[in-house]
């Protein structure tokens, strides 16, 4: 399998777990110029924008890792892309959720990381 075949068996087992917590899924795969967003949803009257990580083991790092500044930034640009095409959803507050898959264990981080003006800010906060 390909590293993209990969992500989204991975992202489709992120979504099964989500759901399983409580999490409506809106959307997956979110995609605009600005960039992508792998799971939008609805989880406690919060309009929900996920980054999903996958590692097979630690070798490479832990997948927390990966979410740094610069992808955070680009996942805040293109939450503003979803929010101005889903206008309906306007009024909701947003919230930034991490979901990370290691040697098949998830974690959740919600609220993982603030809304980034303009590609720069305190970056992750988990």
């Known amino acids: 399998m390909n590293k993209r075949t990969v ?3 991975y992202e489709q087992k992120a979504a099964a777990y ?3 917590n409580g999490f409506h899924l809106l959307e ?3 995609r605009c110029r600005q960039g992508e967003i792998d799971i939008v949803g609805i989880h406690q009257e919060c309009l929900v924008f996920v980054e999903v990580k996958y590692r097979k083991n630690l070798r490479a790092g832990y997948p927390e890792e990966a979410v740094d500044c610069r992808k955070q930034a680009k996942i805040c640009r293109t939450s503003d892309c979803f929010r101005l095409l889903h206008p ?3 009024r909701m507050q947003i919230r930034y959720d991490v979901v990370t898959i290691c040697e098949e264990r998830f ?3 919600q609220n993982a990381f603030d809304y980034i003006v303009g ?3 305190r970056g ?3």
Do not use: A, D
């Open 18 to 20: 989500l759901k399983e």
């Open 88 to 90: 309906e959803y306007g």
């Open 7 to 9: 992500g989204t068996v």
């Open 124 to 126: 992750r906060k988990f």
């Open 119 to 121: 590609g720069y800010g």
């Open 28 to 30: 997956s795969n979110f």
């Open 107 to 109: 974690k959740w981080y």
